[in-house]
C-alpha cells in the first residue's frame, strides 16, 4: 500500500451538511487552504442523501432564538447546553437563506412569506439539497476533496490536533494528512443495534446505515471528551419503509392513536422520547397497532403527502400506490426504530465549548458529533459548521504546520492495514456486526426488549462487546473495501463500549424509551446533571459536570 502524504490549513473530516458549510465558509472568508475528507461520494453522502421536505429548526415570525432553546431544554427534560442551542439558534434563518440563495426551493405563499410546517418548520423542495451544497463547494478554488477517503484516526501530539490518517475505500493508498487545525463533521452512529428490518434489508433504517460513529470512535481513541451518549434516539416512522412521521403529523395535524381509535398521546406527553414511549406502552398493553390518524383527510392533503415523502423517502409513497390504499382511507401505521447515538437530535457527542472546540486543541466538532445541542436537524448542522469554521479560522491565525514524524505514521499504518496481512480469521465482519447488534438489542435496551434495560443487562452487554473488541482484531480484508468495513465495525464496537458505561451511570429514567432504566424507573434530580466520560488506553472514566446554566457558557481550560 503506497503511504501518500499531504497538507492543509484546515482539514474537514465528513463532506455532509456541517463539514459542506463549514467549507464554504472558510473559502468565502478567507486564503485559508481546505481539504474535505468524504468517505463516500459528496454529492450524494450523509443524511441529506436522499433529500428532505422540510428545514426542522427555523425562528418563525413572531418567535425568537431564545424560543427555540427553550424548546430543545425542555424536550431534553433539562439535559442539554443553552449555550450551544442559543448560538446555534441565533443562526438558523441566516444559513437558510443562505441555502435558498444557493438554489434551494423554499416554498413560499402568495405574500412571498415561507410557507410553515408547525411552529418551527418550513416547507422546502429539498430532493436536490446535497447536490446544491456540493455544487457549492465544487465552485471554490481554495476547497479540495477527496471523495472514497475514509479517515481512521486523528494526528494528535501534546494534546493537540496536527492532523489525520485516512485510507482510500477504492485504491491502495494510506493518506497522512498534516492540518493546522481539524473540525470533524461526520455524522452519528446507526447500526450499533438490530435494526426493524434484519438480513438482507437490514439498511433499510431511519439514520444513514453508513454513518457509523468513525468521528465519535476517533475521539474517544484521542481521549477528548464525550458527553450524554445515554440520550439515545429513537426515531417513530411510518412501519416497514421507516419513512418519517413528522410530515404527517405536523403537515396534516394527524393524531397518534391506538387501535381504539384513542388519542394516547395526551396519556403519555409530547416530547420527542414520550412519543416512541407511548406508541410501545400502547402495543405492550394491548391496545396496538398504533396510527397516525389520516384517515378522511382532503384529496389535497394526499396529494401533498404523496409528492412530499418523494422529496426524501419515496419508499413510502411506493407503498401506498402498490397496496392501492392512500393515507386518505387507511390510517398509517407507526413504530419506533433501534436506537441511534446521533447529536443533531440529542445531545451526545464531543463535550465542546460554545465555538465548537472540542478539549483536544486545535479540533473542532460539527453537526451531529457535537454533543449537548440538541433538536439542531438541518439548519442546526449547518449554523454550527458555520460557527467551528470562524472558531479554526481564529486558531489558525500564527499557527504553523507541525510535522507528522514519519515514527508515528509507520505505526499508525501498521495498526490500519494489519487486517490485510492476518492470514484467517474464524469469524467473517457481518457474522462480528450481527453479533454486535443482537447483543445490544437483547442486553443494552433494543427493540426486543421494548428499549428496556438493567444493570444485570448491561454487565453482560458490556462482556460480550468486549469480547467482539478482540475478535475483531482478527478479522481479514481482501481488500480496501473491506478494510473500510472492519474500520467501520471497530468504530460501532468502540461507541457501544462507552454507550453502555454512559447508560450504567445515569441511574434513573429522564427519558422514557430512549434511556429506560427498569431498576431507577423515575426521574432523579441528583442526576440532573451532565455525564461525560474521557478513555485512556481503553479504560473509561466517568465525569459528573454540573448543568451550564443559561446566560452562563463553558471554555475548555488548558
Known amino acids: 500500500m503506497q503511504v501518500k502524504k499531504l497538507s ?38 450523509g443524511c441529506l442523501a436522499a433529500g428532505v421536505n422540510a428545514l426542522n429548526a427555523y425562528i418563525c415570525e413572531g418567535q425568537k ?23 446555534m439558534s441565533q443562526k438558523l434563518n441566516s444559513v437558510t437563506k443562505k441555502l435558498e440563495d444557493l438554489g434551494l ?15 418551527r418548520n418550513i416547507k422546502i423542495n429539498g430532493e436536490n439539497i446535497k ?45 497522512v494528512i498534516e492540518a493546522k487545525a481539524v473540525i470533524c463533521a461526520t455524522g452519528g452512529a446507526a447500526g450499533i443495534y438490530r435494526p426493524n428490518n434484519p438480513g438482507f434489508s437490514r439498511h433499510k433504517m431511519w439514520y444513514p446505515p453508513f454513518n457509523t460513529g468513525a468521528g465519535y470512535a476517533m475521539g474517544i481513541r484521542a481521549g477528548a471528551e464525550m458527553t450524554t451518549f445515554e440520550m439515545r434516539f429513537i426515531a417513530l416512522r411510518c412501519k416497514d419503509t421507516i419513512a418519517p412521521t413528522g410530515t404527517i403529523a405536523q403537515g396534516v395535524g394527524a393524531r397518534q392513536i391506538n387501535s381504539l381509535g384513542e388519542d394516547y398521546g395526551i396519556k403519555y406527553g409530547f416530547t420527542t422520547s414520550q412519543r416512541v414511549y407511548g406508541t410501545v406502552k400502547e402495543n405492550i398493553e394491548g391496545r396496538g397497532p398504533c396510527y397516525l390518524e389520516t384517515k378522511g383527510i382532503s384529496q ?76 439542531k ?117 468502540e461507541v457501544a463500549r462507552v454507550l453502555i458505561k454512559h447508560l450504567e451511570s445515569r441511574k434513573e429514567t429522564r427519558w422514557h424509551s430512549f434511556a429506560e432504566n427498569t431498576d431507577y424507573p423515575q426521574e432523579d434530580d441528583r442526576y440532573l446533571v451532565y455525564i461525560n466520560s474521557t478513555t485512556l488506553n481503553g479504560e473509561t472514566k466517568m465525569i459528573f459536570r454540573p448543568l451550564i446554566k443559561e446566560g452562563q457558557k463553558h471554555e475548555h481550560i488548558d
Not at 426551493?105 to 411552529?119: F, H, P, S
Open 377 to 493: 436537524y438541518v439548519t442546526g448542522a449547518l449554523a454550527e459548521g458555520e460557527i467551528a469554521a470562524h472558531s479554526a479560522l481564529s486558531y489558525i491565525k500564527g499557527q504553523t504546520l507541525t510535522s507528522i514524524s514519519d515514527e508515528d505514521i509507520d505505526i499508525q499504518f501498521r495498526k490500519s492495514t494489519k487486517y490485510l496481512n492476518n492470514t484467517h480469521s474464524t469469524y467473517s465482519i457481518n457474522d462480528l456486526e450481527e453479533a454486535m447488534q443482537t447483543i445490544m438489542d437483547t442486553y443494552a435496551g433494543g427493540i426486543k426488549t421494548n428499549y428496556q434495560y438493567n444493570q444485570i443487562q448491561l454487565t453482560v452487554a458490556s462482556e460480550k462487546i468486549n469480547e467482539l473488541i478482540q475478535l475483531s482484531e482478527k478479522l481479514t480484508a481482501k481488500n480496501t473495501r473491506d478494510l473500510t468495513k472492519i474500520f467501520e465495525l471497530k468504530d460501532r464496537l
Open 131 to 175: 447536490p446544491i451544497l456540493a455544487k457549492a463547494v465544487e465552485n471554490h478554488p481554495k476547497i479540495s476533496v477527496m471523495n472514497g477517503v475514509n479517515a481512521v484516526e486523528y494526528a494528535v501530539k501534546d494534546g493537540k490536533a496536527i492532523g489525520a490518517y485516512g485510507v482510500s475505500v477504492n485504491n491502495n493508498i494510506f493518506y
Open 65 to 87: 432564538p431564545e424560543d427555540y432553546a427553550n424548546y430543545a431544554m425542555n424536550d431534553a427534560h433539562g439535559i442539554a447546553r443553552y449555550d450551544l442551542l442559543l448560538s
Open 300 to 375: 389535497e392533503q394526499t396529494a401533498d403527502l404523496y409528492k412530499a415523502y418523494l422529496n426524501m423517502a419515496p419508499s413510502q409513497t411506493l407503498k401506498w400506490i402498490e397496496s392501492g390504499k392512500s393515507p386518505d382511507v387507511q390510517n398509517v401505521e407507526i413504530e419506533g426504530t433501534e436506537p441511534y447515538i446521533i447529536g443533531g437530535h440529542t445531545a451526545s457527542g464531543y463535550w465542546v465549548s460554545d465555538d465548537r472546540s472540542t478539549s483536544i486543541k486545535g479540533l473542532y466538532a460539527a453537526g451531529d458529533v457535537a454533543g449537548g445541542c440538541p433538536q
Open 8 to 45: 492543509t490549513d484546515i482539514l474537514i473530516i465528513g463532506g455532509g451538511t456541517a463539514g459542506i458549510f463549514a467549507g464554504i465558509t472558510i473559502a468565502e472568508e478567507s486564503d485559508a487552504n481546505v481539504l474535505i475528507l468524504e468517505k463516500a461520494y459528496i454529492k450524494r453522502s
Open 105 to 119: 426551493v423554499i416554498l413560499k405563499d402568495e405574500n412571498g412569506k415561507y410557507v410553515l410546517r408547525g411552529n
